[in-house]
């Protein structure tokens, strides 16, 4: 099998000559997938982000007409992961790195003739960097450029979808999904940084007044969220509510 299954839409599996003769470049959406390798408990592998970034796009990209004008560039691995310091397994980029990264690879594509960038984000630490640099690379190379936000639902407790954002019950069942060898549930556990019982108004995320906060903080296991509910069969349910909206959305781009 040849990788990624999607090879034939890899900009990194295509040599310069076919990359200067591929049609319609300034319309033709290159998507960029970006991931971490940072520490998801003691049950999960360090790269779950990174797994789940390759997962996505190449289950999403299969649903896609095989027409469908779209190509994808590398992945980056390595996510600006500095909330996570103090766990091991966490090897994090700076802001500026990463920002960087995303300023070489615009640079290039624009030298290319491409004038469509997609941010594909799998970490949330990575989000506003980002997004403060997609508006900074549609000013300097008049690329099109912006992150994808597909809208999907899950069917979580009202708890589990405030809090459990990190190694809990969704990563969880995801992983179980793609590779049960990876997790050991004999070691999951449930932390919340915050109950939505709690009384006030500051919390961690998602309340009237949040707060500056790392991993370390908030949680003594590295966990955020209930990862003892997961299990395959959510993660196989979620997974495909998830690539099916994905792919909804970049076969919207691509028109």
Request: charged fraction near 25%.
């Amino acid at each position: 099998m040849s990788y990624p299954a999607f090879r034939e839409r890899y900009l990194a599996a295509m040599s310069l000559a076919q990359i200067e003769v591929l049609p319609n470049k300034a319309s033709i959406p290159v998507v960029i997938g970006t991931g971490s390798i940072e520490q998801h408990g003691p049950h999960l592998p360090v790269a779950v982000d990174t797994l789940l970034a390759e997962t996505f796009l190449t289950r999403s990209l299969s649903i896609l007409p095989d027409d469908t004008p779209l190509l994808v560039g590398p992945l980056i691995t390595y996510g600006k992961s500095n909330e996570h310091t103090g766990f091991p397994g966490t090897l994090a980029i700076s802001k500026k790195t990463l920002r960087r990264q995303l300023m070489a690879i615009a640079q290039q594509l624009s030298l290319w003739g491409f004038k469509v960038m997609r941010v594909a984000n799998f970490h949330g630490g990575n989000t506003s960097v980002i997004d403060y640099t997609l508006r900074e690379i549609e000013d300097r190379f008049e690329i099109s450029a912006q992150r994808l936000q597909p809208k999907f639902e899950m069917d979580l407790s009202e708890q589990e979808a405030l809090y459990g954002f990190h190694a809990g019950e969704v990563e969880t069942s995801w992983m179980l999904d793609i590779w049960p060898e990876s997790v050991d549930m004999s070691k999951a556990t449930c932390e919340y940084p915050a109950s939505i019982d709690d009384s006030g108004e500051l919390r961690p995320e998602d309340a009237p007044a949040t707060f500056g906060w790392a991993s370390c903080d908030v949680s003594k296991s590295g966990v955020m969220g209930d990862a003892t509910k997961g299990t395959v069969e959510k993660g196989k349910r979620w997974m495909e509510v998830c690539c099916r909206a994905l792919a909804e959305e970049l076969l919207n781009i691509a028109k």
